[in-house]
Every structure is written in structure tokens, then in C-alpha cells.
């Protein structure tokens, strides 16, 4: 079945700590790797697509990359307003689906 | 803003009870979804509209829930006979043609629901 998995399930760092968020997928047929932002009591906010290994898009202190297994969202020297839950999701591959289906999330917290 | 309206944000209601929930997209929307979200779960698809075609539904979503899109503008998702478990944000996301492809939805800020 596919299905993407993210780690960690949530994450604390102090400002100006860089790290990682990983999304692990098993897809068959990968047609777009999304990534959002969903701050408390909010819908989610678009940040990313990536379609192929390889690839990586960037916005501000995030970046996007794609493997072949997993896509990572790094974050350089984070500030608190970055605090929020990431969200990764993929658009299932085969037939005529339109659905997008997300992971659970990885809780990010930049303290001061 | 992502243009994107949801009506009512918040709503108590007693079991067996039902309720409806209204989404109003921008009128480049033409692709319009329903989620649903639980507290630290990612949003669960519920139903896709095309215009006012709807064009798929989760096997997982009963017979209690319908939605619908009169004339592709507005959408309204009902339940009826609520139960405890039907407790959770009802997310509405918009968007134009490109939009499954690209993954660009446009959320709203959902209408959270509380069973008691």
C-alpha cells in the first residue's frame, strides 16, 4: 500500500540550530512528493513539490530534496516563527486519482 | 488568505445529531476537496469535487456523510447521526486544474467539530 512516514514525530531545536525533517515513502509510481506547514488551529499551507530523485526547491530557511526512498526538509538556522507542523504528502500513482494523502506530521518547536 | 471560506468554524453538538458544513472557494477553484483531521494525525481525504462532479469518495467514509457542490461553486459536506467519533477538523482545500498534479491545494481554516 502507499504510504509516506515521517520522523521525527516531533522535534524541538534553539534558534539558529539546523536540522532535518525526513519523509519515507512507499510508492509505486511517485507523481509528486508535497510538502505543507499547518500552524495550530489552521489548514495546511503549501510549500513544495517535487516530482524526481534529485530534485530540491528552497524558500527562505527551507529546502526540499528528493531521493529515491525518502525527501528531507532541511531547515538552516530556524527562528521561532518557523515553529509548526510539517506535513508531507503524495498524490498515490496508478489509475485516475486526484487524492493527496499526507503523513502525520513532524511537531517543530525553535525556541529562543 | 488562501481565499478559501469555511463556515461554521466551530460547532457543539449531542450525539445523533446532524450537522452541515459549508466551503466557499474562489471562483478559479474548480477542484475542491474534504478532509478530515484529528489531533496529531495528518488530514484524512474525505471526497474530490470537479466542478459539481463528485468524483471520488474514501471507501472509509460512511453512509452517514455526504457532500455535495451545487453549480461547482460552493460545496457543503452533511453528517448525520453524529457519533463521538466523528469529532474532529473538517478541512476544505480548493483548486484549479493544475492542482493535483502541482499538490498546490488551497486550505481553509476548517470547521472543528465536537461531538458530546
Known amino acids: 500500500e502507499d504510504q509516506v512516514t515521517q520522523s521525527p514525530e516531533a522535534l524541538r531545536l534553539q534558534e539558529g540550530e539546523s536540522s532535518s525533517l525526513n519523509c519515507s515513502y512507499t510508492?509505486?509510481?511517485?507523481?509528486?512528493l508535497f510538502w505543507y506547514r499547518q500552524d495550530p488551529g489552521k489548514g495546511p499551507e503549501f510549500l513544495f513539490t517535487?516530482?524526481?530523485a534529485g530534485e530540491e526547491k528552497e524558500k527562505e530557511r527551507l529546502k526540499a530534496t528528493l531521493t529515491k526512498k525518502e525527501s528531507f526538509l532541511h531547515i538552516t538556522a530556524p527562528k521561532p516563527e518557523d515553529s509548526a507542523t510539517y506535513l508531507c504528502?503524495?498524490?498515490?500513482?496508478?489509475?485516475?486519482?486526484?487524492?493527496?494523502?499526507f503523513g502525520t506530521g513532524t511537531l517543530l518547536a525553535v525556541q529562543p | 488568505d488562501t481565499g478559501v471560506s469555511q463556515d461554521p468554524r466551530h460547532k457543539i453538538t449531542k450525539r445523533g445529531q446532524n450537522v452541515t458544513f459549508r466551503c466557499d472557494p474562489i471562483?478559479?477553484?474548480?477542484?475542491l476537496y474534504w478532509y478530515r483531521q484529528t489531533l496529531g494525525q495528518g488530514p484524512e481525504f474525505l471526497t474530490y469535487f470537479q466542478n459539481e462532479a463528485q468524483l471520488e469518495k474514501s471507501r472509509l467514509l460512511s453512509d452517514r456523510f455526504s457532500a455535495e457542490r451545487p453549480k461547482g461553486s460552493f460545496s457543503t459536506l452533511e453528517i448525520q447521526r453524529t457519533e463521538q467519533g466523528d469529532s474532529a477538523m473538517y478541512l476544505c482545500a480548493g483548486t484549479g486544474p493544475q492542482g493535483p498534479s502541482t499538490g498546490e491545494l488551497f486550505f481553509g481554516e476548517g470547521s472543528r467539530l465536537t461531538v458530546l
Open positions: 517535487l516530482y524526481s
Open positions: 510508492v509505486s509510481g511517485l507523481r509528486g
Open positions: 504528502a503524495h498524490r498515490p500513482g496508478g489509475g485516475a486519482t486526484n487524492k493527496l494523502i
Open positions: 471562483s478559479e477553484h474548480n477542484r
